[in-house]
């Protein structure tokens, strides 16, 4: 079984900066990619960025130019810098992993809360 753990989460004024860190643990599995989703109240789950394991990364065009996702290949962590936070920005952070084990799997955390007061 794979758990992810999330943290850094908070609030923020508009315009300052957060990081979200995210630890996966468990045994014997291969991670493909890792990904870091939001939630804002009363709206869909979005993506918000990806990165392979061994590639490129993607974001969408909300958070382009300020937001930075990177990965820690030996800690199994995935990290989102946030910079110029907006109250769009609101809302429940959510990571995810899609890897292997005995088969394609995919894992979700439990969310941290980001908040950007207006």
Do not use: H
């Amino acid at each position: 079984q794979v758990q992810l753990v999330e943290s850094g989460g908070g609030l923020v004024q508009v315009g300052g900066s957060l990081r979200l860190s995210c630890v996966a643990s468990g045994s014997s599995f291969s991670i493909d990619a890792m990904a870091w989703y939001r939630q804002a109240p009363g709206k869909q789950r979005e993506l918000v960025a990806s990165i392979t394991w061994d590639g490129p990364t993607t974001y969408s065009d909300s958070v382009k130019g300020r937001f930075t996702i990177s990965r820690d290949n030996a800690k199994n962590t995935v990290y989102l810098q946030m910079n110029s936070l907006k109250p769009e920005d609101t809302g429940v952070y959510y990571c995810n992993l899609v890897g292997r084990l005995w088969g394609r799997f995919e894992a979700w955390g439990q969310g941290t809360q980001v908040t950007v007061p207006s």
